[in-house]
């Protein structure tokens, strides 16, 4: 049983005890008192009294108080240590690990009187209702006022290093201590992120506290508390008819705020009668905020710069200069609070490559869509491999050209582009109406670099020479057609 009362006392211990003895015709009643506090729960009663004369002694009472609660007198103060043990003992088999006092409330005030009467059972009674045994614990403060009670400092140190964890990996808060104890440090790597600073932007102390017991939180719960300025989330169960719209209303949320309190629902969600929805809004006690450092290599896009050149046939199109990207080193400082970006500050770029403007011409001279009617060779010569009419069993439909000086397919006359891609047998093909009731076509392409409705020039380059669709070697397969029927290219071809 501790003894760490606040009492008033103005006796001696030898005259203390001269007064019991003076009054043996009391001890009876003293005994009976020492047995009704440790059965007090029966509600006995007793009242001592007495009636100063020329005889008697000066007698003491105790008026005993919790904090600044009047809670009586009794005759003896040993009656009110064996509540204090009781309610100890009580408050151990709940709290186990805690360091518990039932005393640091109790104050007792004696006073000398002659003539006195103390109901001491009702006074202890209420003694031991009034009574809250505190624990030794360590109080967390925010701008010196105490907000949340923790077992002891480790707990408190604790605390304060898992809500940090909140916002930082452990590996990158194992380096930041690491790292304040090097005087300088070495250059970031490309690509490397190290944290400058951790900040709680209020002013968080710790200081030694007495509590109830039942006040004293884990560091997970205090986590939680200084997070959200609540130890329990408010849920919310849907009732049928319920929306997200409905809910957010009837809470002043936003419906963007409800989504973002619940991670995984959706505007649209197909919400489920009785499942539980998360409406309270956090309000963070404390904000952290993470200063990083940052080294990337970052991308300079290259330019894109067109040439004009009235030589070339409007929808020619050549690249004179290919187009590279350049690279810069780029150096930040970010700053988050509570995990989000609130700041980005470059503070150094070195250029390690300049990049490379890509440079097109493209041809401006503008021809008529309009054929003349004289048909050039469509090849950079070459001969004629197979010529129209039956073959193998079949209707051949136009000429076969091979071995030619390059590759490069040519417009056989001016017109406009009527189709350009893949046609079954003909592989890759082109097909240019020159509005003068003769088509061309080209078949077994390997490349097309024309689109559909662009305006060919004779002789302008339309795409590769190939071996595409049902083809058995490297040609090109051309046929003329006049006013929709199929006339032999030899008489034509100049």
Do not use: C
């Not at 008697?56 to 103060?77: C, M, P, Q, W």
């Not at 780029?330 to 403007?357: A, C, F, M, R, W």
């Not at 197979?386 to 040519?410: C, F, K, T, V």
């Amino acid at each position: 049983m501790s003894s760490k009362w606040n009492i008033n006392e103005d006796f001696t211990k030898k005259q203390t005890t001269s007064l019991i003895n003076s009054k043996r015709n009391q001890l009876v009643r003293a005994a009976l008192i020492a047995v009704l506090f440790t059965v007090i729960g029966y509600g006995f009663t007793f009242l001592n009294h007495g009636t100063a004369n020329a005889n008697d002694s000066i007698e003491k009472v105790f008026h005993v108080y919790v904090k600044d609660t009047y809670i009586g007198a009794v005759s003896n103060k040993e009656a009110v240590a064996e509540v204090i043990e009781e309610k100890e003992k009580q408050a151990k088999a709940t709290y186990k690990n805690y360091n518990l006092d039932g005393n640091s409330n109790i104050t007792l005030i004696p006073e000398q009187v002659f003539t006195y009467e103390t109901d001491d059972l009702a006074t202890l009674e209420k003694l031991n209702e009034e009574l809250i045994v505190e624990a030794e614990s360590y109080a967390l403060q925010i701008d010196g006022q105490p907000v949340i009670y923790l077992k002891d400092k480790a707990a408190y140190n604790k605390t304060l290093r898992l809500f940090k964890l909140q916002y930082v990996s452990e590996s990158e808060l194992k380096q930041y201590e690491a790292n304040a104890s090097v005087e300088t440090l070495p250059a970031l790597k490309e690509d490397e992120t190290r944290i400058k600073e951790i900040n709680l932007t209020e002013s968080i102390s710790g200081e030694e506290a007495k509590v109830n017991p039942a006040e004293i939180v884990t560091p997970k719960k205090a986590v939680e508390f200084l997070k959200t300025g609540s130890l329990q989330k408010e849920k919310y169960e849907v009732q049928q008819g319920d929306v997200l719209g409905s809910i957010a209303s009837d809470h002043d949320l936003a419906t963007a705020e409800l989504i973002e309190l619940n991670p995984g629902l959706a505007e649209d969600a197909l919400l489920q009668i009785g499942q539980e929805i998360n409406v309270t809004v956090e309000k963070p006690l404390v904000n952290v905020e993470i200063v990083k450092e940052k080294k990337t290599i970052n991308k300079m896009p290259f330019e894109k710069i067109v040439k004009k050149d009235k030589k070339k046939y409007k929808g020619e199109k050549v690249v004179k200069q290919e187009g590279s990207n350049g690279k810069k080193e780029v150096s930040y400082v970010i700053s988050e609070v509570n995990g989000k970006v609130v700041e980005k500050e470059v503070t150094e770029e070195n250029v390690l490559s300049k990049p490379v403007d890509q440079v097109t011409i493209v041809g401006t001279k503008v021809v008529s869509s309009r054929g003349t009617g004289d048909f050039a060779w469509p090849t950079v010569g070459g001969y004629i491999s197979s010529q129209m009419g039956e073959r193998w069993g079949s209707y051949h439909r136009g000429i076969d050209i091979a071995r030619p000086s390059n590759y490069n397919i040519l417009a056989a006359d001016n017109g406009v582009v009527t189709f350009a891609g893949w046609d079954g047998t003909y592989g890759q093909k082109i097909t240019v109406n020159h509005n003068n009731g003769y088509q061309t076509v080209y078949g077994h392409l390997s490349e097309i670099k024309v689109n559909v409705g662009q305006v060919v020039p004779q002789g302008s380059v339309m795409g590769i020479m190939g071996s595409t669709g049902r083809s058995t070697g490297t040609h090109l397969h051309f046929e003329i057609l006049k006013n929709g029927s199929l006339v032999n290219p030899l008489s034509y071809l100049k």
